[in-house]
């Protein structure tokens, strides 16, 4: 891509992806402000191909949605904020695969909501997408009909070390990030994620060419990605749950079950940003966040469900969250020298 020694290109072969966050060694060592060109396998590991290829028979239950990384970030502690910063995610393929997997989803009976009927069948949907064009086709399985959707490529899966020596599968969100599934998370926004570990250990993947809010079937338009991002450290400024950042918006989420409990991470946790970085008081900002606050369902089939609790950055009074990181790493990304669509 460059001969900048600030851009590191990561290709990984099939047996070098990370399965966890926590638990795999770093593939690199980086500085802060690095890019990183990557590439990044489809939750499938590319292996439902067709609409004959069902998961049950061509992938291994638990290595689903392989990783790219972890990043070793030098110099991140317990305490820091590491800062992800999309700079372009495109679709590496022409064709994406999305599915129903039987006891998974938000529309049917799972491991967890146990009722006494027989599982949804296992079925596979095959996606065309036009890069130049920038569609997605959906291509019905039981008639002729074919509708074009906007390609809205994002990450479902971005993510650090847990803390207190936890190793969690690729599939769980948490205060770590992980498998959020946010449509949110795409090209021209920051990710602010809290350092548990030593080295962060940042690890990215799960690429979506487009996705509704909620994940509904619990499974969107899965796609391989080159992706490129800069990565930042925020030193001595803490990050409780991950947080995003837009032109437009400020954004926080929140990971759990039952629902109502990301919801109340979500909104909380934008309370406390709007009142550490915007001068209100906790109560201003708690009435202030009430009227005005957007509140899309990210996931609502995972392992923890995921919900973000966003603001308009034009209804909010003078502030400079994360020290004007993003607008910087706006800056920095003006000037790479990479493919945008």
């Known amino acids: 891509m460059s001969d900048d020694p600030r851009i590191i290109t ?8 990370a399965w966890t966050f926590g638990g795999a060694p770093p593939v690199a060592r980086i500085a802060p402000g690095t890019v990183l060109d990557l590439f990044t396998e489809d939750c499938f590991a590319g292996r439902v191909r067709s609409v004959n290829d069902l998961v049950s028979e061509v992938c291994e239950f638990p290595f689903l949605n392989p990783q790219t990384g972890p990043f070793y970030v030098e110099g991140a502690e317990p305490g820091d904020t590491v800062a992800v910063h999309f700079v372009s995610i495109e679709p590496a393929r022409d064709w994406a695969a999305s599915t129903t997997v039987p006891l998974f989803g938000a529309l049917t009976s799972t491991h967890a909501t146990a009722t006494l009927q027989p599982p949804l069948p296992e079925l596979v949907w095959m996606w065309q997408l036009d890069r ?114 837009s032109d437009t918006y400020i954004m926080s989420t929140g990971s759990a079950r039952p629902l109502e409990d990301a919801f109340r991470i979500a909104q909380l946790d934008l309370v406390r940003w709007l009142a550490s970085d915007y001068g209100l008081s906790e109560m201003d900002a708690y009435q202030l966040v009430s009227q005005g606050v957007e509140s899309p369902l990210a996931n609502v089939c995972d392992t923890n469900y995921t919900a973000l609790a966003k603001f308009r950055k034009a209804w909010l009074p003078p502030g400079i969250p994360y020290r004007g990181l993003h607008a910087q790493l706006r800056e920095v990304a003006a000037g790479l020298p990479v493919a945008r669509p």
């Open 10 to 17: 990561v290709r990984p072969e099939a047996g070098e992806y």
């Open 132 to 245: 130049e064009r920038r569609t997605c086709e959906f291509a019905a399985r039981d008639s002729d009909i074919r509708i074009e959707l906007p390609m809205d490529p994002m990450h479902g899966t971005v993510g650090v070390a847990p803390a207190n020596l936890e190793v969690r599968s690729a599939l769980v969100p948490d205060a770590h990030g992980g498998n959020m599934d946010t449509p949110e998370m795409r090209a021209g926004v920051t990710c602010y994620l809290g350092v548990n570990v030593e080295g962060a250990l940042l690890s990215l993947g799960d690429g979506h060419a487009r996705q509704g809010e909620g994940e509904t079937c619990g499974v969107a338009v899965e796609c391989a990605m080159n992706t490129v991002v800069v990565v930042e450290l925020l030193k001595g400024l803490a990050t409780p749950w991950p947080r995003l950042e």
